[in-house]
Nanobody
């Protein structure tokens, strides 16, 4: 059983920042595409940002210029730096580790991000 351990969610005011972290087992981290998804109440889960093992990134249009995904291979950890947060960013954020050929993937348990004044 592969566990992805997320941390860093919480309550923040509009315009504020948060950084999410996701730690994965070292045995898989180096080859996996690491991604962040989110799901707001009543909505489908959507891709927020993804980062391949080679360093290529992909962002949802709604977060471009505000969110940055990065990885620390020495710590087997992927980060999502979220700046200029908006109320519409409120959701449960999930970490995902996907095999680059799509053979399998794993999910974290989710962390709540609430943007509210």
């Amino acid at each position: 059983q592969v566990q992805l351990v997320e941390s860093g969610g919480g309550l923040v005011q509009p315009g504020g920042s948060l950084r999410l972290s996701c730690a994965a087992p070292g045995s898989i981290f180096s080859i996996m595409t690491m991604g962040w998804y989110r799901q707001a109440p009543g909505k489908q889960r959507e891709l927020v940002a993804a980062l391949t093992s080679g360093g290529s990134t992909n962002y949802a249009d709604s977060v471009k210029g505000r969110f940055t995904v990065s990885r620390d291979n020495a710590k087997n950890t992927v980060y999502l730096q979220m700046n200029s947060l908006k109320p519409e960013d409120t959701a449960v954020y999930y970490c995902n580790a996907a095999h680059p050929m799509g053979y399998y993937h794993y999910w974290g348990q989710g962390t709540q991000v609430t943007v509210s004044s």
